[in-house]
Each structure stands twice: as structure tokens, then as C-alpha cells.
Nanobody, 125 residues
Framework: QVQLVESGGGLVQPGGSLRLSCAASGFPSNYSIGWFRQAPGKVREEVSC????????YYADSVKGRFTISRDNAKNTVYLQMNSLRPEDTAVYYC???????????????????WGQGTQVTVSS
């Protein structure tokens, strides 16, 4: 059974760090993984995506230089390291998977095959 499970969210002060994990299982072929987030009263937005075809990555302008996406193929897990967190980063973070080859195309597309349940990230002093 295909499954995506996010973990690592929590409460952190501005300037702090968190690492999110997306554990994937049951995929029949190579899938790209993306992180998306949605805050109350806001539209869903892309955060970062990584391609399993060539390892390329994509970052939204709002997180460039602060967030890093990486993968551990042996563990079938994708990570999102979040540094220098700001209150505007507060949101529910979701990971998604589909067969899109390019990381940028994955992040800028809103139709995805699978979604995780989400993990809450709150940045507040």
C-alpha cells in the first residue's frame, strides 16, 4: 500500500530550526517528492521539491537560503531542514509524491498522486 508519513513538526522560536521527514513506502517506480504548506486564511504554496530522476531540487523564493531538501534513498525518506525560521513559516506542512521528472515542474503542479497527513509547524516567540 502506498503511504507517505510526515514527522518533525513542532513549536519553535523565530530564528530556530526544525527538520521535517517524509517517509515513503509502496511506490511501484521512481517518484519525485515535494513539500507544500498551507496556513489558515492562505492559499497552499510550494516549498521545495526533489527529483528522483536526476536529483535536481527546487525552492520557493520565500525559503531560498534557509531551507534545504535532501533524500536518503536507502531509507526511502526525504528531509526538509528548516533554518532561520520566521513567523510567516507557520503552517501545516505536507509532502506529496508523483511521477513528475523535473523538480520545478513538481513544485508548480497542484495535481499529485499521493499526499501525507501533514505536520504542524509553529514559529512564535
Amino acid at each position: 500500500q502506498v503511504q507517505l508519513v510526515e514527522s518533525g513538526g513542532g513549536l519553535v522560536q523565530p530564528g530556530g530550526s526544525l527538520r521535517l521527514s517524509c517517509a515513503a513506502s509502496g511506490f511501484p517506480s521512481n517518484y519525485s517528492i515535494g513539500w507544500f504548506r498551507q496556513a489558515p486564511g492562505k492559499v497552499r504554496e510550494e516549498v521545495s521539491c526533489i527529483s528522483y530522476a536526476d536529483g535536481s531540487t527546487y525552492y520557493a523564493d520565500s525559503v531560498k537560503g534557509r531551507f534545504t531538501i535532501s533524500r536518503d534513498n536507502a531509507k526511502n525518506t526525504v528531509y526538509l531542514q528548516m533554518n532561520s525560521l520566521r513567523p510567516e513559516d507557520t503552517a501545516v506542512y505536507y509532502c506529496a509524491a508523483d511521477r513528475t521528472r523535473a523538480a520545478q515542474a513538481m513544485c508548480l503542479t497542484w495535481t499529485h498522486d499521493y499526499w501525507g497527513q501533514g505536520t504542524q509547524v509553529t514559529v512564535s516567540s
